[in-house]
């Protein structure tokens, strides 16, 4: 049977006056490598409709290829309308704009829990890795806790002058929550394997944490 996956994007714009949104090759890596080993692949936001992109996350260059994938996302299906049991593996993806409405989103936690339980593949890039805080299993404990992940560290946050916007530092909250939190120098790809639990640190990890959750599958 045909593998289904399914990417999850922000829907967010704007995060403390700072405009924001998707981070392009965080959805649009993924997106490419997944349809070309023949997967079924759909993409929701938090709200549906338009995703907001980070501007800054489209280059002048941009790869004729990115730019098949921007049509996709003029008007998703909001995550309220997702069904777990539909899908192998969940992708969070990043920007800033995900670190704003992912938290404490209980479609979010509900799809984080139901997959991981159900030893589904749970996987997130970047900021998307901010849908993974305050998510709390039955007994009320911080899913986090215990497991190794990575995600968008402090040194990078500071390395694009936005330590000051984000409504909390990930690095920090992670292990604050109980997180075995793993990093490397800034902005080099870096995957984290944690059972059924799959996490990439930065926008240049995007490619190779969809290898892993492609060799997962």
Known sequence: MM???????????????????????????????????????????????????????????????????????????PISSVNFLNYDAILFCGGHGAIVDFPNNPYVANLILNMYRNRRIVAAVCHGVAGLVNVKDEYGSFFVTGKRITGFTNEEEKAVHLADRVPFLLESKLIKEGALFYETPIFTSHVVVDGNLITGQNPQSSLEIAETIKQCL
């Open 3 to 77: 593998k289904r996956i399914l990417l999850v994007t922000t829907s967010a714009n704007n995060m403390n006056g700072h405009p924001t949104g998707l981070w392009l090759e965080e959805l649009a890596t993924p997106y490419i490598l997944f349809t070309l080993s023949r997967f079924n692949v759909d993409i929701v936001s938090i709200k549906g409709g338009k995703v907001p992109l980070d501007q800054w996350s489209i280059p002048i260059d941009i790869l004729p290829i990115f730019k098949y994938v921007k049509p996709l996302l003029q008007n998703t299906k």
